[in-house]
């Protein structure tokens, strides 16, 4: 296997990894959490590293990931305190982590070959550098294969859970109602998320981490209804954001997990002003009217709607 | 070392006043923020204000000509990137069916990746000035200027003047928004002068913090002062005592231990405070808590102890 097609298979196996999870995690509203997370896990990484010496190591991924857990639960018990309110317990525990991964890495307290900037963004083609052969023949780098086992784990979770999942995400209370474990999935989920960013931080770094993980389900959250389409779309704009953003990255020689950061935000620019725009065409033909003009002038009932003193913005049943 | 050593040397001095300032005033300014419950968004900011940072480098450097890391540059630059990935999150949010959260996290990697990319573009150019840009990740307090001093001084000194001459505003906005409405206080007015100064404590600490960890000295200071407090200007008093002191006490350690960014040490000093005083503090704190609720059954159990002898 060439080294390109090997790393641009790395890429797209990272993107999918990372953004099916992610469509539960938008679901859930847990996208800052994953911040933490993805934060968090770094002096578990590097500690991991200082003992096993090698990054891919099953006991590093699971004891990092216990750390990206550590901020899962310890948001729960600062919010069960009462004494930290709002959205601060998300951000009172990671930046801690984090600052004390730093440290770790610059006292080069395990030898640790990390630079801090690789840690934001990571390094596809390193992590893609140690490649994997049978027999002589090159089956590309060895880190695609951890990857492939992530990805396979996080559809089979999905696939398993899936129901519970959609129950808990939906409707939380049902699901207790019901008698569900719902802090026993939901812990265990966000375990997953957390193993999920262990292993592609070394592709993709803290910041791509979060947005592989939130932004391919975004976009696909914007245009679709059902959490099945949801999800077939969430894996279509991981390809195809991951594609991308590798080739660009190539042919302008930059950073690879910033370029498909910014072409994934660019992408949910493009499809929520689509959207916009078609609901409003769509709304508009509805009215009575035809033609392109339903772009550029209002639909006469949200003239009404304002007039009401109701708000402007268009409800969901509204827009259907 | 000893303190003397220590304030006799004009760099370490530098680092010293230099992150107190940026504690000081991020710390007083962050408990609207904690208040209002908006924490998470100076973490967006913080990271947005990198591109903003870069590109003011850029500009000075090449159409300019002047040095690029002039601290006016950077904050007027951060400023503008970081209110926009704000505007831009709250615009998802209102006319998306996106939530909050995830809004504010597709406006911080699409901010911070286009922070990298400039990164890569101006560390592969030769730019005069360039080496250690990458400093504005996690921050380098030996680089601070006097110049830069007094500019982040003067710039966050304008920030806490404006919460005094707007104080009765921003409380009123704060914990009865409906209220300041009705009473006729432009809703929007105060909103944008309430977020300004918390971007401008924000963007202070971009040279000698950077902007990864930036966030801790916005929230931690407001939550751990919280504890001790009942009173508004008593928590922004504590906030900004406790931010200033951290940021002093983990500088010194941080030019003590040597090699180590000043930025995660005075980090992980405000997370001590805040962890005694979310456990320790007289008034409301974990083990306080404990306390009175194992008072609390004792009493009963005392009560009905007594209850059921008297029968």
Not at chain 1, 128 to 151: D, E, T
Not at chain 1, 179 to 193: D, I
Not at chain 1, 197 to 204: K, P
Request: proline content about 3%; hydrophobic content about 60%.
């Amino acid at each position: 296997m060439s080294f390109i097609l090997g790393t641009s298979l790395l890429a797209v196996v990272t993107a999918l990894a990372c953004a099916l999870p992610g469509a539960f995690v938008v679901l859930r509203r847990n996208a800052m959490l994953v911040e933490g997370i993805a934060h968090a896990v770094l002096p578990g990484i590097v500690v991991g590293y200082a003992l096993t010496h090698d990054l891919n190591s099953p006991w590093l991924i699971v004891g990092a990931a216990l750390a990206g857990l550590l901020v899962v639960l310890g948001n729960e018990w600062l919010i069960r305190t009462g004494l930290v309110t709002g959205d601060a317990p998300q951000g009172l525990l990671f930046p801690a982590l984090f600052a004390a991964g730093v440290i770790f890495i610059t006292l080069d307290f395990s030898h640790v070959h990390l630079h801090t900037h690789v840690v934001l963004v990571g390094d596809l083609n390193l992590a893609a550098f140690h490649q994997l052969s049978v027999n002589g023949v090159s089956i590309g780098p060895r880190y695609l294969y951890v990857m492939l086992a992530v990805l396979a784990v996080n559809v089979a979770f999905i696939t398993i859970f899936y129901p519970k999942l959609k129950v808990t995400t939906f409707d939380h209370q049902f699901a207790t109602v019901l008698g569900m474990r719902t802090r026993l999935l939901n812990t265990s989920f966000m375990f997953l998320v957390s193993v999920t960013v262990v292993t592609a931080f070394h592709a993709a770094g803290v910041i791509l981490v979060i947005s592989l993980l939130v932004v391919p389900a975004a976009i696909a959250h914007l245009i679709s209804r059902r959490l099945s389409v949801m999800l077939v779309l969430t894996a279509l704009f991981a390809v195809v954001g991951a594609l991308a953003g590798f080739w660009i990255a190539y042919a302008l020689n930059a950073a690879t997990s910033a370029s498909m950061a910014v072409f994934f935000g660019l992408l949910f620019i493009a499809v929520a002003v689509i959207d916009a725009l078609a609901t409003r065409v769509r709304r508009y033909r509805r009215a009575g009217h035809a033609g392109i003009k339903g772009l550029l002038v209002r639909p006469p009932h949200e003239e009404a709607e304002r007039l009401d003193g109701s708000s402007p913005a268009p409800s969901p049943q509204a827009a259907e | 070392m000893d303190l003397i050593e220590f304030f006799g040397n004009h760099t370490f001095r530098m680092v010293f006043l230099g992150t107190s300032v940026i504690g000081l005033v991020a710390g007083a300014l962050g408990s609207f923020a904690y208040l209002r419950r908006q924490s998470l968004i100076s973490d967006v900011v913080a990271h947005s204000a990198l591109p903003g940072a870069l590109l003011a480098f850029l500009t000075a450097v090449v159409v300019l000509g002047v040095n690029g890391r002039n601290m006016l540059g950077l904050i007027v630059g951060a400023v503008a990137t970081g209110t926009l990935s704000a505007l831009f999150a709250n615009a998802i949010a209102a006319r998306t069916k996106i939530r909050i959260d995830t809004a504010m996290a597709i406006s911080l990697t699409f901010f911070f990746g286009a922070g990298m990319l400039l990164l890569r573009v101006i560390s592969d150019g030769s730019f005069p000035g360039k080496g250690g840009i990458d400093d504005y990740l996690f921050g380098n307090a030996s680089v601070i200027t006097i110049a830069d001093l007094v500019t982040s001084t003067a710039v966050g000194a304008l920030a806490l003047l404006l919460m005094l001459v707007f104080w009765k505003e921003f409380t009123l906005r704060t914990f009865d928004p409906v209220l300041s409405t009705v009473l006729g206080f432009r809703a929007g007015l105060i909103d944008t002068l309430m977020f300004t100064t918390i971007v401008i404590a924000i963007v202070i600490g971009v040279k000698a913090v950077g902007v990864v960890l930036m966030i801790a000295f916005v929230v931690t200071p407001p939550a751990a002062a919280r504890q001790w407090t009942r009173t508004l200007p008593g928590m922004v008093a504590l906030s900004g005592v406790f931010g200033g002191i951290g940021s002093g006490f983990g500088a010194y350690l941080s030019i003590m231990l040597g090699n180590v960014p000043s930025g995660p040490v005075i980090v992980l000093v405000l997370f001590a405070i805040f962890l005694i005083s979310l456990l320790a503090s007289p008034r409301r704190s974990v083990i306080t808590t404990a306390l009175h609720r194992a008072r609390a059954r004792e009493a009963l159990r005392r009560a009905l102890l007594a209850e059921g002898t008297d029968r």
